[in-house]
Nanobody, 118 residues
Framework: VQLQASGGGLVQAGGSLRLSCVVS????????MGWYRQAPGKQRELVAI???????NYPNSVKGRFTISRDYAKNTMYLQMNSLNTEDTAVYYC?????????????WGQGTQVTVSS
């Protein structure tokens, strides 16, 4: 499984961006998928996730502003980010987990930079 993230860029506070993550192969083979971010000097943190039941979940920091979605026909996952603020500045990574052979296989995209200016 390979993941290719794109869509990052520079945006003013209050603006919006949509990130995309194209997954090689079928999304149906993925059990859990989501978006993470890592700001300079900070640990990588979860931003949005589809659990293995298909339910989207968000941390409080982005709830109501970010929306995760996916298009099975395009094998693509998205992250719509609205009302961005400077604290959202980070490298954003897409992640996919496959359960195979009794264990979890973890895959990461290369990251896309999101910079929010004040």
């Amino acid at each position: 499984v390979q993941l290719q993230a794109s869509g990052g860029g520079l945006v003013q506070a209050g603006g919006s961006l949509r990130l995309s993550c194209v997954v090689s192969g079928s999304l149906s083979s993925i059990n859990v998928m989501g978006w993470y971010r890592q700001a300079p000097g900070k640990q990588r943190e979860l931003v949005a996730i589809f659990t293995d039941s298909g339910t989207p979940n968000y941390p409080n920091s982005v709830k109501g502003r970010f929306t995760i979605s996916r298009d099975y026909a395009k094998n693509t996952m998205y992250l719509q980010m609205n009302s961005l603020n400077t604290e959202d500045t980070a490298v954003y990574y897409c992640n996919a987990v496959q359960w195979r052979g009794g264990r979890a296989h973890d895959y990461w995209g290369q990251g896309t930079q999101v910079t929010v200016s004040s």
